[in-house]
Antibody
């Protein structure tokens, strides 16, 4: 199992960024997928989940209406569209696989998003 | 929303000794509780799921216990690579998932 994030970088407050996570080594379309973030020196914060077929999506309150999780099962890729970014969105964003029995069992290496002027 | 509280925030232990980390839920999560280890500069990795089941490749010196609202991660015979930050996660009632704030295990 491998999860490889990309797309992080520096963005100005109010700007947009799209993160991608390429999955391999497992049947991507059989798993819920998640984004979890970690602000510098802080703990882990769940951001969003998406069902296997993309029909259900859930978000932490602080990103609702600004972020959008999506997936392309044909490309084995998970996305996070980040709009109206805020300084407090600065964090390492991890892509993760969710299993109903094992919880979050695989994590990517993370991609750093810095929101700053 | 379920709030997960870990204690202590920092634990200083000597190599070879044992460490006991606690995680408390604001309401019952059954056994849907996982523990993660995060070493500096690395992504978290799964240690325990279902409150007490070892993830693949995890040594037996890591032991999870508890149910409902009280959970414990015990690490025996501490080795140098065990000094890291540990997080609990409840996945019983979501959204949102709830992580604890973490316990930093440091060398005494």
């Amino acid at each position: 199992v491998q999860l490889v994030e990309s797309g992080g970088g520096l963005v100005q407050p109010g700007g947009s960024l799209r993160l991608s996570c390429e999955a391999s080594g497992f049947n991507f379309n059989r798993y819920w997928m998640s984004w979890v973030r970690q602000a510098p020196g802080k703990g882990l914060e769940w951001v969003a989940n998406i069902k296997e077929d993309g029909s259900e999506k859930y978000y932490v309150d602080s990103v609702k209406g600004r972020f959008a999780i999506s997936r392309d099962n044909a490309k084995n890729t998970l996305y996070l569209q980040m709009n109206s970014t805020r300084v407090e969105d600065t964090a390492v964003y991890y892509c993760a696989r969710f299993d109903w029995l094992l919880a979050v069992d695989y994590w990517g290496q993370g991609t750093l998003v810095t929101v700053s002027s | 929303e379920i709030v997960m509280t870990q204690s202590p925030a920092t634990l200083s232990v000597s190599p070879g000794d044992s460490a006991t980390l606690s995680c408390r839920a604001s309401q019952s999560v059954g056994i849907n509780l996982a523990w993660y280890q995060q070493r500096p500069g690395q992504a978290p990795s799964l240690l325990i799921y279902g409150a007490s089941t070892w993830a693949a490749g995890i040594p037996a010196r890591f032991r999870g216990s508890g149910s409902g609202t009280e959970f414990t991660l015990t690490i025996s015979s501490l080795q140098s690579e065990d000094f890291a930050v540990y997080y609990c996660l409840q996945y019983n009632d979501w959204p949102p998932w709830s992580f604890g704030q973490g316990t930093k295990l440091e060398i005494k």
